[in-house]
């Protein structure tokens, strides 16, 4: 069964960093893209970030590009998300989802909520 | 960049057919036979319908089915039920970008 799970979302103040984490299981994780998506609160989805499974092509949304990192360990079947300089519009529910390979996702994880505020 | 234009909310009664359209441009929905659906139940992830404009992933009810006519693609949710009830989103791929680009999404209420 694959399964995906987040975290180290948490309460963070503008301008702090967090890093999100997460394990995939159930899949030869390094075969797969690996996408980080993410909603506001009651808001819709947003691609965030996407990258192949040999780590040689990366892809940021322009409202993350330049302070997200993605990245992944295929070794220890992990993906990240490093976020730095935070801001308040980046609150959201982040998931970690496996690419389906035509621009979308068929797997997602449960999410894990990062709050940005001071 | 602008997301891609559903309507907010849609409603049916139980047995009855709707459909969610998804309009945007021919940079996106309209350029290619990348557009995708997700389901969305409150507080959980997202589900894939419906992928490349009209293929049902395995597990997926037939009484999802969808299609597209240049630039605008359709959700169609047949004999409608109780469980249906949750948010859907469209989604596809954009070409001026590599990362993909999301409706926002439709509430569907079952009456």
């Known amino acids: 069964e694959v399964q995906l799970v987040e975290s180290g979302g948490g309460l963070v103040k503008p301008g702090g960093s967090l890093r999100l984490s997460c394990a995939a299981s159930?899949?030869?994780?390094?075969?797969?893209?690996m996408n980080w998506v993410r909603q506001a609160p009651g808001k819709g989805l947003e691609w965030v970030s996407s990258?192949?499974?040999?780590?040689?092509?990366?892809y940021y949304a322009d409202s993350v590009k330049g302070r997200f990192t993605i990245s992944r360990d295929n070794a220890k079947n992990s993906l990240y998300l490093q976020m730095n300089s935070l801001r308040a519009e980046d609150t959201a529910v982040y998931y970690c989802a496996r690419d389906h390979g035509a621009y979308d996702s068929d797997y997602w994880g449960q999410g894990t909520l990062v709050t940005v505020s001071s | 960049q602008s997301a891609l234009t559903q309507p907010a909310s849609v409603s049916g009664s139980p047995g009855q057919s709707i459909t969610i359209s998804c309009t945007g441009t021919?940079?996106?929905?309209?350029?290619?036979?990348?557009v995708s659906w997700y389901q969305q139940y409150p507080g959980k992830a997202p589900k894939l319908m419906i992928y490349e404009v009209s293929n049902r992933p395995s597990g997926v009810s037939n009484r999802f089915s969808a299609s597209k006519s240049g630039n605008t693609a359709s959700l169609t949710i047949s004999g409608l039920q109780a469980e249906d009830e949750a948010d859907y989103y469209c989604s596809s791929k954009r070409s001026s970008s590599t990362l993909g680009i999301f409706g926002g999404g439709t509430k569907l209420t079952v009456l």
């Open positions: 021919s940079s996106d929905v309209g350029g290619h036979n990348y």
């Open positions: 159930g899949f030869t994780f390094s075969s797969y893209t």
């Open positions: 990258i192949k499974s040999g780590s040689t092509y990366i």
